[in-house]
């Protein structure tokens, strides 16, 4: 049973590896882009508060995002592990996610780092644009946006993981396998 974090900035690879430890480890990915995406797409409630943030690169408001993962925490799929993708991004959500953690009595084992230079990080964004056509890929200035968020709001978040004693960086450069063979190594020790 593993309830984990992966963070890194967009193009890192997040989404694709979590899927993989998903499977070889058998708990639930959870990736609160994908779930404001499918909300966006289904024109709901939830779907039309994000989409100006989405579409722009910028957070979805700290309220609106903490209520979707305590309400998703909750479900019976996470009861036995899980692996947040995307979340938390900034100190305000870690504080959120401690809180939810302790009420439902249960710990972080790991926070997984991948990481990629930004010149990596741009080319894969624009090659995801042309396959999976997201908005947020197509824009330049939504691109430059997540990455200086990520600067900004998400790595003294990461700092604060690592001084946790929680924190396992992996090199996120190279194919698919490889970086997924370096995970699994990573968690294995
Ligand atoms: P990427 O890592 O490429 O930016 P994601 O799918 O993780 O892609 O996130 C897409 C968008 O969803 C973000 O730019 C943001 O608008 C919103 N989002 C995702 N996770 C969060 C979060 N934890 N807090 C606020 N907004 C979020």
């Known amino acids: 049973m593993t309830r984990m974090l992966i963070v890194g900035p967009a193009g890192s690879g997040k989404g694709t590896q979590s899927k993989r430890i998903s499977e070889e480890l058998g708990i639930v990915a959870i990736s609160t882009g994908d779930i404001f995406r499918a909300n966006i797409k289904g024109e709901t409630e939830l779907g039309k508060e994000a989409k100006t943030y ?7 408001p700290d309220s609106v995002t903490n209520r ?15 692996l947040l993708d995307g979340y938390p991004r900034n100190r305000t959500q870690v504080a959120a996610l401690d809180e939810m953690l302790s009420r439902l009595g249960v710990e972080l084992d790991v926070v997984l780092e991948l990481t990629a230079d930004r010149e990596e990080l741009i080319q894969r964004l624009k090659k995801r644009a042309e396959i999976e056509g997201r908005k947020d890929d197509a824009d ?12 900004t709001e998400t790595a ?10 929680l924190l396992r960086r992996v090199d996120g450069l190279g194919p698919i396998d490889e970086v997924n063979a370096r995970i699994m190594e990573t968690l294995k020790s």
């Open 54 to 60: 989405v579409d722009a690169g910028n957070l979805v």
């Open 68 to 82: 979707m993962v305590e309400d998703r925490l909750g479900w019976e799929d996470a009861k036995d592990g899980f």
């Open 140 to 151: 330049e200035s939504a691109i430059r946006r997540r990455l200086e968020l990520f600067d």
């Open 156 to 165: 003294p978040m990461i700092a604060e993981y690592e001084e946790r004693g």
